[in-house]
């Protein structure tokens, strides 16, 4: 029934919102905007926002917006660091099934990073890290190999920037596509990741200041793996050694994707016929997909913002 004119309450306008939205024909989309309006108007009403108050609200997104483009997503920045993008995560990954398990994709990511072969150097721009190699398997659920999986590799280099942050380094530096060979096995050559600041000269960083909150990630490194007939994963390898797994900006550590950096003092191995010079950093890791299950993937996303020219 239509409200009466001139008889509003908070809750008459909740409803008839809600009454508004009720005729949406998609299912899904009449769910989602239903539940949005119940939860934003309970939160506006249970803060009582001021006047004052939502219009910084208002001026926070806006500014979000104007400081988005394609190197920088502010919005990611704020889902990541409200927890919501783990959320996101967990609900979509729950089943404890024997599969890398994923975490967030980060606002970082480029797509067309250069393909490289089995060893091949990320990081021969980064001259102040410290070597090291990253090698493990593809495998299936059963332990078995998969033969050329595509590994895409992202990490920040040793100042804490990532190429697209800072106009000094070449595009796709510190990125690089690799394939699993006939064993299932990859071999990165990179730097030991470190821990960095996440971008904080924004709305998000006022935030992380205004409630005391720090803006460091945990030492990482990306991967998106896929195969044909698998589920891609999106996730991080992440040093044991750092300080900041706690308590990491964005809530992505996961204990299964923590892996130890072993430092040699004598080259070895890969390192010996790749010339690396010690000390350098070894970890292995290795990643195992589940079968294609159909679902769309945060690079299914990424490719439809490329498509409208903003990835
Ligand atoms: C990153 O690891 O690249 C990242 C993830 C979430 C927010 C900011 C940075
Ligand atoms: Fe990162």
Not at 79 to 104: C, F, Q, W, Y
Not at 196 to 204: A, F, L, M, Q, R
Not at 259 to 278: N, S, V
Request: a negative charge; proline letters at 6%; charged letters at 20%.
């Amino acid at each position: 029934m239509a409200r009466q004119p001139g008889s509003t309450t908070e809750d008459d306008i909740t409803n008839e919102v809600v009454a508004r939205f009720a005729a949406t024909p998609d299912p899904r989309l009449r769910q989602i905007m239903l539940s949005l309006i119940r939860h934003l108007h309970a939160f506006v009403k249970e803060v009582e926002l001021t006047e004052a108050e939502w219009f910084s609200a208002i001026e926070i997104l806006t500014r979000a917006g104007h400081l988005s483009d394609d190197k920088r997503q502010e919005f990611i920045l704020f889902s990541d660091t409200l927890g919501v993008s783990m959320v996101v995560d967990l609900i979509n990954h729950r089943k404890p099934d024997g599969a890398t398990e994923s975490t967030v994709f980060g606002p970082f990511h480029r797509l067309n990073a250069p393909e490289m072969p089995y060893g091949g150097n990320i990081a021969h721009l980064d001259k102040t890290g410290t070597p090291a190699l990253i090698a493990g398997r593809v495998l299936d659920l059963d332990g078995r190999p998969i033969v050329g999986a595509l590994l895409d590799v992202w990490q920040a280099q040793t100042s804490g920037l990532y190429d697209s942050q800072d106009p000094n380094l070449a595009a796709m530096h510190m990125r690089g596509k690799f394939r699993s060979d006939a064993e299932g096995r990859y071999l990165v050559r990179t730097v030991r990741p470190v821990h960095y600041p996440i971008p904080s000269d924004g709305p998000v960083g006022a935030m992380l200041r205004a409630t005391g909150r720090h803006p460091w990630r945990p030492a990482h490194i990306h991967f998106v793996v896929s195969a044909e007939g698998y589920e891609p994963v999106t996730t991080h390898i992440f040093d044991s050694a750092d300080e900041y797994l706690a308590s990491d900006a964005v809530f992505a550590v996961k204990q299964s994707l923590i892996c130890d950096f072993e430092r040699h003092e004598a080259a070895e191995g890969a390192a010996l016929r790749l010339g690396i010079a010690p000390p350098y950093y070894t970890a292995r890791f290795d990643f195992c997909l589940k079968p294609a299950s159909g679902a769309a993937t945060v690079l299914d996303a990424q490719q439809r913002l490329a498509a409208l020219g903003a990835g």
